[in-house]
């Protein structure tokens, strides 16, 4: 090797020891920064992370119906992916809530290169401290007791809310529809509207009203119950709770069978009913 480069890099490589070893030289010179890489595995305040593959986001939203009018809400999400396919591909208003601020940096990097910087929110929160009730979609990849331990929270929000969930299910409370995507469950649960007790059914008969008494129990979106006229009891059939859509019927004293539905909100349920061979008319129902 030519002697002159040989003599040159070690008069550099002098220069450069004596530099890095001069008084504050370590002080001025500027820190590398580096991006914030996630880990699959790595813990979090309550669970660890691990993303759910994209193929298994959209099927859980399609599973929802996520549309343009629909404002979901991703409890623990990660590196944004769900709050973006829901805003990007589906329309939707979107917000991701996730405790880990790294993660949250990384989601609105995420959000700027798919051009919806603006568009989506995330924020640091603890999952058990924030209000979600505005949600019209709840999506999650969480622990199973974690799912348990929101329940409560989840069944408070609007009858017709749908929540979607990645591998764990909600224990007792059945899910209304399953799926599975490349070897992964997805669960969807319609927050149902709450019926169980007694009701005052008023249904216009010739030129009054005929008043039924109905008792409703429910666990979830699974109801039955009876219905009864005077001192005769009726059993109802094909009862079904769907967030606040309800229907039932049973066949009363003359053998008649009343199929009823409508819609139930708060202590107040209206719909029609159609007795067998009859035209449909209005039903409304009080509880109390």
Known sequence: MNTRIVAARAVATAFALWLAAAPGYAQQAPAESKAFVPQSGQPGKDVVWVPTPEAVVERMLR???VGKND??????????????????????????????????????RNAEKAGL?????????DLFETDFSQATVI???LLPQINIKLRPKILDMRPGTRVVSHAFNMEDWQPDQTATVEGRDAYLWIVPA????????????GNGQQAWQVTLEQQFQKISGKAQLGDRSFNLTDARLRGPAIQFSFVDGNGVKREFSGTAR?????????????????WTAARG
Do not use: C, H
């Not at 169980?196 to 216009?204: F, N």
């Not at 708060?266 to 209005?282: F, I, L």
């Open 63 to 65: 599973m929802a119906r």
């Open 71 to 108: 404002y979901v809400i991703d409890l623990g999400s990660g590196d944004g992916r769900t709050v973006i396919m829901a805003a990007q591909k589906y329309g939707a208003r979107a917000m991701g809530i996730e405790y880990n601020p790294d993660m949250v940096a990384l989601s609105d």
């Open 117 to 125: 910087g603006g568009k989506v929110k995330f924020m640091k929160a």
């Open 139 to 141: 999506t999650m990849y």
């Open 194 to 205: 709450k019926v169980a007790g007694q009701w005052k059914l008023a249904v216009p008969a």
């Open 266 to 282: 708060g202590d107040k349920m209206e719909g029609t009913t159609q007795a067998q061979g009859g035209a449909p008319v209005k």
